[in-house]
Every structure is written in structure tokens, then in C-alpha cells.
């Protein structure tokens, strides 16, 4: 967020009219700083801040526009200033950017662009959400065979003025077919008579268009990549995929999965600017189901009334409780080293021994306080108290159990583990745990 004084000096200037001044105030900020001052702008005073930056950044400033002030911004500006806007704009920013618009405002974009610019974007929509493809970008550093390493500098400084990253320079032969990678410091330390073949490393990583972009994410963190080449099918490079679009797709896998695992469909609005019905709509259907499925809990305490007496009665909110709390613990563990790489579904069973493991020492624990508390501070029967404890250490090893499994068999069957998280397992285990309490309470 901008910072306030910064703010209130900006739009004392806007008020006087004093754009000179403004704009060189608004030169003297980040990109990112403008966009989020123009952020907070009325429509009109918004496209005044806009057509007084230079042609330079107001591509980039366009760039961290919320997704309401960019489609407010679109309808204001004339055809020509909209194919500008998008030609300076990075073809993965532009992509994204359609992708959020009207179909009328995107009929109108295309519609000013030239051909080339228009058979990239369309080629760039035809790739399935959340691939590699909808994500990469063709402003590469690519070289071919042949050139030397002081060929090849000369060439970088003429045609790679546009690109969005030279950190990583691609090696393709006649066919676009990627022989290897080069850094570019590399290639700046190196004689500038050294062919580029001697230089490539040809150990390189790289990902298919359709792969999933939370594949390409785990390439980039595992192998601390700043980029990562982007083959088609029939292997030729089309693009890259960098770090700063890798950012924005772990902030959109985590936050979808957080959504998961707090029982509310994904949703890639901005919470402020979400009306109360959508809201609802994405809340509604998980608390519709485990509200259904806590009547089975309903009619287990209903049919066995007769064997719940006052006390084991009393217990059943701290048992199922903990329970819960239980099988959280598991499977939040089990979500985050599978998201991590650090266990795969076929380690099941060797998770499952260290949670048996763990569920015994915890259980353990959670027992004896238990047994004291009932004992002597609600004053139980030792019957009672031991029937309590004991149903209390077979729930935490249950739901222990249940929570590292069912995120790692979610996995198995190729869906999201984070469905598999407290909400669900919750429900699964207060059932489960009710079931316990009623066996040793009918044994007794």
C-alpha cells in the first residue's frame, strides 16, 4: 500500500490540476507504488493520472491494476491508445489481462491489434487453464547454432531490447528444438571467439504446454530456477514460464487450497469486491453437507441413549473435539509434504506407522489428564473416568489415522488432498468417535 503522506501530496496535486508536478512526483514512485495510488482513484481521475504517464511505464503500471480499475480504464481510452497499451504490454500480461474482461471489450481489443499480436493472444486462450501454456511467455532470449560468444552478445543488445528476462539464454537449432541453455554472466565472462555450443549446459529442465502449472512451480522451487523452457508437443520451445509468474501461481494454489481446507469453493475474486449472494453460493454447499452428515452423529446419540449416561453424555464434546483437533493436525502435515514433494501416496503406509506412533505417546498423554479431570473435578466413578480415557486414547489414534490417510488416498485417486482436510475429517471422526464412546459405554 502506498504510503500516506506519499498519497495526500499526490492528490493535492491532482486537485490543483498541477499535472506537470504530478507527473514528475509519480516518476520518482515504483510501478507498482502508481498502480496502487491509481488503485484508489475515481474513474475520471484515474484516466487524468494514466495519459500523463510516459509511454514507457504506463504499459507496466497497467500491469498491477486491480482487474476492475484495468476493464474501467479500457472503456475510457480511444482504439489507438488500447492497441499502445497492449503492444507494450508482455504477451502473458496481455493474455491475462483478456481473460478477465467483458467478450465485448475483448472483441474490441483484438480488433485494434495487428495480426501478429492477434494470432499470439488467440493462440495463448486456446491453452487450458492452469497450464503451462496459459502461462508462459514468448519474450525470450533465444539464440541458434553457429554464433560465437561475441556474435552472440552483439545480437542480445540489438533484438532482445523487449524481452522480459536475458538472465537464461536459449540455444535452438534449425527446427526450434532447444540443444541447451546458457547463462547469460557465462556468456559475458567467456572469449568472445568461444562457439555457444561449448558454452550451453545440455542437462536443461523444462515442461510441456499442458502440463499443470503447480508442475512447473514445484520445477522452479526445487531447482531454483529464475525461468523454466516451455516445449510444445512436438518439443519445440514456444515459451518461458519465469519466477515472477511462478509467485502468482503458488499464491493462487495456496490460497485455493486454503479455501479447500476451511469448507469454501475457490474463488479468484477479490473478497471486498465479491457480493454477499456469490459469497454465500461458495459457502453454502459444504455447510449444507456437514450439516447433513452431523445428523448421523444425531442418530447414533439418539439410538443409544439408553447406555449414555449424564456423565459419558457430558464428555462427548471434549472427546470429539479432540478428535478433531486430532485429525487436523494429521492431515494438515499430510497436505503440506505432499505439496512440498516430501511424501508420496506410495510412503501410506510408512506415514501411517509414524502417526500410530505418535497417536500412541499423545493419546497416552491426553488420557491420564482426562482420567484426573473426570475423576476429580467432575467427581466420576473410576469406571466411569477409565471408560472415558480409554475412548479418548482409541479417537486420537483413529483420527490420527484418518487424517494422515485420507489426503495421501485423495492424492492416489488424482484429486485435490486439500478436500481431504478439517472440515471433512472432522465430520468423519466425531462420528467415528461418538461410535467408540457408545461400544465401552455399552461394554460397561
Request: contains cysteine; glycine residues 4%.
Given at each position: 500500500?502506498?504510503?500516506?503522506?506519499?498519497?495526500?501530496?499526490?492528490?493535492?496535486?491532482?486537485?490543483?490540476?498541477?499535472?506537470s508536478?504530478?507527473?514528475?512526483?509519480?516518476?520518482?514512485l515504483?510501478v507498482?507504488?502508481i498502480?496502487?495510488?491509481m488503485?484508489e482513484?475515481?474513474k475520471?481521475?484515474m484516466l487524468?493520472?494514466?495519459?500523463?504517464?510516459?509511454?514507457d511505464?504506463?504499459?507496466d503500471?497497467?500491469?498491477y491494476?486491480?482487474?476492475?480499475q484495468?476493464q474501467?480504464?479500457?472503456e475510457?481510452?480511444?482504439?489507438s491508445?488500447?492497441?499502445?497499451?497492449?503492444s507494450?504490454?508482455?504477451?502473458?500480461d496481455?493474455v491475462?489481462?483478456l481473460?478477465?474482461?467483458?467478450?465485448?471489450?475483448v472483441?474490441?481489443v483484438l480488433?485494434?491489434?495487428?495480426e501478429?499480436?492477434r494470432?499470439n493472444?488467440?493462440?495463448?486462450?486456446?491453452?487450458?487453464?492452469?497450464?503451462?501454456?496459459?502461462?508462459?511467455t514468448?519474450e525470450?532470449?533465444?539464440?541458434?547454432?553457429?554464433?560465437t560468444?561475441?556474435e552472440?552478445?552483439?545480437?542480445?543488445?540489438t533484438?532482445?531490447?523487449?524481452?522480459?528476462?536475458i538472465?537464461?539464454?536459449?540455444?535452438?537449432d534449425?527446427?526450434?528444438?532447444?540443444?541447451g541453455?546458457?547463462?547469460?554472466?557465462?556468456?559475458?565472462?567467456?572469449?568472445?571467439?568461444?562457439?555457444?555450443?561449448?558454452?550451453?549446459s545440455t542437462?536443461f529442465i523444462?515442461?510441456?504446454?499442458?502440463?499443470?502449472?503447480?508442475?512447473?512451480?514445484?520445477?522452479?522451487?526445487?531447482?531454483d530456477?529464475?525461468?523454466?523452457?516451455?516445449l510444445?508437443?512436438?518439443d519445440?520451445?514456444?515459451?518461458?514460464?519465469?519466477?515472477?509468474?511462478?509467485?502468482?501461481v503458488?499464491e493462487?494454489?495456496?490460497?485455493?487450497?486454503?479455501?479447500?481446507?476451511?469448507?469454501?469453493?475457490?474463488?479468484?475474486d477479490?473478497?471486498?469486491r465479491?457480493?454477499?449472494?456469490?459469497?454465500?453460493?461458495?459457502?453454502?454447499p459444504?455447510?449444507?453437507?456437514?450439516?447433513?452428515?452431523?445428523?448421523l452423529?444425531?442418530?447414533?446419540?439418539?439410538?443409544?441413549?439408553g447406555?449414555?449416561t449424564?456423565?459419558?453424555?457430558?464428555?462427548?464434546?471434549?472427546l470429539?473435539?479432540?478428535?478433531?483437533?486430532?485429525?487436523?493436525?494429521s492431515s494438515?502435515?499430510?497436505?503440506?509434504?505432499?505439496?512440498?514433494?516430501e511424501?508420496?501416496?506410495s510412503?501410506?503406509?510408512?506415514?501411517?506407522?509414524k502417526?500410530?506412533?505418535?497417536?500412541?505417546?499423545v493419546?497416552?498423554a491426553?488420557a491420564i489428564?482426562?482420567?484426573?479431570?473426570?475423576r476429580?473435578?467432575?467427581?466420576?466413578t473410576v469406571?466411569?473416568?477409565?471408560?472415558?480415557?480409554c475412548?479418548?486414547?482409541?479417537?486420537?489414534?483413529?483420527?490420527?489415522?484418518?487424517?494422515?490417510?485420507?489426503?495421501?488416498?485423495?492424492?492416489?485417486?488424482?484429486?485435490?488432498?486439500a478436500?481431504?482436510?478439517a472440515?471433512?475429517?472432522?465430520?468423519?471422526?466425531?462420528?467415528?468417535s461418538l461410535?467408540?464412546?457408545?461400544?465401552?459405554?455399552?461394554?460397561?
Open positions: 500500500m502506498i504510503d500516506p503522506e506519499i498519497k495526500a501530496r499526490l492528490d493535492k496535486l491532482l486537485d490543483s490540476e498541477r499535472m508536478e504530478m507527473r514528475g512526483a509519480l516518476m520518482m515504483n507498482v507504488d498502480a496502487d495510488y488503485d482513484l475515481d475520471g481521475r487524468k493520472v494514466y495519459r500523463i504517464l510516459p509511454k511505464i504506463s504499459a503500471v497497467f500491469a491494476l486491480s482487474d476492475e484495468k474501467k480504464l479500457m475510457s481510452i480511444g482504439d491508445e488500447t492497441a499502445r497499451l497492449i507494450d504490454m508482455f504477451i502473458d496481455a491475462d489481462f481473460e478477465e474482461l467483458p467478450a465485448n471489450l472483441r474490441r480488433a485494434n491489434v495487428n501478429e499480436q494470432r493472444i488467440n493462440t495463448f486462450l486456446q491453452y487450458p487453464d492452469n497450464s503451462a501454456g496459459s502461462i508462459m514468448m525470450f532470449c533465444d539464440l541458434h547454432a553457429g554464433l560468444a561475441g552472440a552478445i552483439k545480437y542480445i543488445r533484438h532482445s531490447v523487449d524481452k522480459e528476462t538472465y537464461t539464454i536459449y540455444v535452438l534449425s527446427t526450434r528444438h532447444l540443444m541453455t546458457l547463462p547469460l554472466r557465462k556468456l559475458l565472462l567467456s572469449d568472445e571467439n568461444t562457439p555457444i555450443e561449448s558454452l550451453i542437462s523444462y515442461a510441456h504446454t499442458l502440463d499443470d502449472q503447480e508442475q512447473v512451480a514445484e520445477l522452479v522451487r526445487k531447482y530456477l529464475m525461468s523454466v523452457p516451455i510444445d508437443t512436438e519445440r520451445m514456444v515459451g518461458i514460464v519465469t519466477a515472477d509468474d511462478i509467485m502468482d503458488i493462487q494454489e495456496a490460497t485455493e487450497d486454503i479455501e479447500k481446507m476451511n469448507a469454501l469453493l475457490p474463488s479468484e477479490d473478497y471486498i465479491t457480493s454477499p449472494v456469490k459469497l454465500a453460493k461458495n459457502r453454502l459444504w455447510l449444507l453437507f456437514m450439516m447433513v452428515s452431523s445428523i452423529t444425531e442418530t447414533i446419540i439418539d439410538k443409544f441413549s447406555e449414555l449424564i456423565a459419558f453424555s457430558a464428555c462427548i464434546p471434549m470429539m473435539g479432540t478428535g478433531g483437533n486430532c485429525g487436523s493436525q494438515t502435515l499430510a497436505i503440506r509434504g505432499l505439496a512440498l514433494g511424501i508420496k501416496p510412503d501410506a503406509f510408512q506415514v501411517l506407522w502417526e500410530f506412533r505418535v497417536s500412541l505417546i493419546s497416552a491426553l489428564l482426562s482420567f484426573f479431570i473426570q476429580f473435578v467432575f467427581a466420576r469406571m466411569e473416568a477409565g471408560t472415558i480415557s475412548a479418548m486414547i482409541c479417537t486420537v489414534i483413529l483420527a490420527k489415522s484418518i487424517g494422515c490417510t485420507l489426503p495421501l488416498l485423495a492424492k492416489k485417486l488424482k484429486l485435490d488432498p478436500l481431504m482436510a472440515p471433512l475429517i472432522t465430520t468423519i471422526v466425531d462420528v467415528c461410535l467408540i464412546l457408545v461400544l465401552f459405554a455399552s461394554a460397561i
